[in-house]
């Protein structure tokens, strides 16, 4: 009889320290967020940190992150909270801003382009950062290798070859009795060098002669112009700048009161009247940058996700420009774009 209470109250013992595990457990789940398809997560969403270089106004970037991350079951708000910082244009402001996304310990942070990235990884060197557009994240230190980042920073690039050398190429096909393009340099980008070096080349091997005028903020933009006009120069391209999207109603009217060809890297470019547009989809890299988003928040180590590059480029034609401008454009042009604006 002894022996038969004994094993009840053991069994009655065991009952109850499951009992008190499994509540443990549920109280565990629901104090901590989930991600997508592992329950309901009742408990605080996921900070994720935002750092972007140009202006919320200017670019969809956050919008289409936004869609990336809800097509992958992500609800914001429920799940995961954005903490936003955007420095309009202005890089000093990057490091400190920074400095108040690291202060609120955001599981990981996306930021773009790369001078946006640079701060991210000062200010919180152990906190992931998704790379979500820039140009050579190997040259800028922040990765290995594309194949194998070996930090806390991986991501999508917008690192095209040659994409200097085919602005070129475009805008000479477009207008090809142009003798001498202007190139416009947001000095403050990490490759302004590199690209330069890759356009003085380019204009050689199309025997053309090229303009240079560097700028690192707003208001020297307009001088810049006048300079490069002032120099002979008959054409416009703009190297990739956060600072020159956010300024290119401003640039592409300047470039239009000397009925300039003008051609951008990013489609916004062409899209607010710039003549040509040539470089990656914004839109694709930031949804693309929802699916490391996606991976990190679900264990996956940055130093092992291989960066991608752009898949596709694409060229959009303005052809209210062309015609404003006066110029007949070659079908063997129109018929690459992705798109031509009537």
């Given at each position: 009889?002894?022996?038969?209470?004994?094993?009840?109250?053991?069994?009655?013992?065991?009952?109850?320290?499951?009992?008190?595990?499994?509540?443990?457990?549920?109280?565990?789940?629901?104090?901590?967020?989930?991600?997508?398809?592992?329950?309901?997560?009742?408990?605080?969403?996921?900070?994720?940190?935002?750092?972007?270089?140009?202006?919320?106004?200017?670019?969809?970037?956050?919008t289409v992150f936004k869609e990336g991350m809800a097509a992958l079951g992500w609800k914001?708000?429920?799940?995961?909270?954005l903490e936003e910082r955007w420095a309009d244009g202005d890089y000093d402001r990057l490091?400190?801003?920074?400095?108040?996304?690291?202060?609120?310990?955001?599981?990981?942070?996306?930021?773009?382009?790369?001078?946006?990235?640079?701060?991210?990884?000062?200010?919180?060197?152990?906190?992931?950062?998704?790379?979500?557009?820039?140009?050579?994240?190997?040259?800028?230190?922040?990765a290995a290798s594309l194949a194998r980042p070996g930090g806390m920073v991986t991501g999508?690039?917008?690192?095209?070859?040659?994409?200097?050398?085919?602005?070129?190429?475009?805008?000479?096909?477009?207008?090809?009795?142009?003798?001498?393009?202007?190139?416009?340099?947001?000095?403050?980008?990490?490759?302004?060098?590199?690209?330069?070096?890759?356009?003085?080349?380019?204009?050689?091997?199309?025997?053309?002669?090229?303009?240079?005028?560097?700028?690192?903020?707003?208001?020297?933009?307009?001088?810049?112009?006048?300079?490069?006009?002032?120099?002979?120069?008959?054409?416009?391209?703009?190297?990739?700048?956060?600072?020159?999207?956010?300024?290119?109603?401003?640039?592409?009217?300047?470039?239009?009161?000397?009925?300039?060809?003008?051609?951008?890297?990013?489609?916004?470019?062409?899209?607010?009247?710039?003549?040509?547009?040539?470089?990656?989809?914004?839109?694709?890299?930031?949804?693309?940058?929802?699916?490391?988003?996606?991976?990190?928040?679900?264990?996956?180590?940055?130093?092992?996700?291989?960066?991608?590059?752009?898949?596709?480029?694409?060229?959009?034609?303005?052809?209210?420009?062309?015609?404003?401008?006066?110029?007949?454009?070659?079908?063997?042009?129109?018929?690459?774009?992705?798109?031509?604006?009537?």
């Amino acid at each position: 009889m002894k022996q038969g209470m004994n094993q009840r109250r053991t069994l009655l013992a065991a009952i109850a320290a499951l009992t008190l595990a499994r509540a443990g457990a549920a109280l565990a789940q629901t104090a901590a967020p989930t991600a997508p398809g592992k329950g309901g997560g009742g408990g605080a969403p996921i900070l994720i940190g935002w750092l972007a270089t140009g202006s919320r106004a200017a670019v969809n970037d956050l919008t289409v992150f936004k869609e990336g991350m809800a097509a992958l079951g992500w609800k914001e708000g429920v799940q995961y909270v954005l903490e936003e910082r955007w420095a309009d244009g202005d890089y000093d402001r990057l490091r400190p801003l920074a400095e108040e996304l690291a202060a609120k310990q955001p599981a990981l942070i996306v930021a773009g382009p790369s001078q946006a990235v640079a701060a991210a990884v000062k200010a919180a060197p152990r906190t992931p950062v998704v790379h979500a557009n820039g140009t050579d994240p190997v040259a800028a230190g922040f990765a290995a290798s594309l194949a194998r980042p070996g930090g806390m920073v991986t991501g999508v690039t917008n690192m095209a070859p040659d994409i200097t050398a085919k602005h070129t190429e475009l805008l000479l096909e477009a207008v090809p009795k142009v003798k001498r393009i202007g190139f416009l340099i947001d000095a403050n980008t990490v490759s302004h060098a590199r690209l330069k070096q890759a356009a003085e080349y380019s204009v050689v091997q199309r025997k053309v002669e090229a303009r240079f005028a560097e700028v690192r903020r707003a208001d020297e933009i307009e001088p810049a112009i006048a300079g490069l006009a002032k120099n002979g120069a008959q054409a416009l391209v703009l190297f990739a700048s956060p600072l020159f999207i956010i300024e290119r109603q401003h640039i592409i009217k300047l470039a239009q009161a000397r009925r300039w060809a003008m051609i951008g890297g990013a489609r916004e470019f062409a899209e607010s009247g710039a003549l040509l547009s040539y470089g990656a989809n914004r839109a694709i890299l930031y949804r693309r940058a929802a699916y490391y988003v996606d991976r990190i928040l679900k264990g996956a180590k940055p130093a092992e996700m291989p960066m991608e590059q752009p898949m596709t480029i694409e060229l959009v034609i303005n052809g209210k420009t062309a015609k404003a401008l006066g110029i007949k454009l070659p079908q063997s042009l129109l018929i690459r774009a992705e798109r031509v604006i009537e």
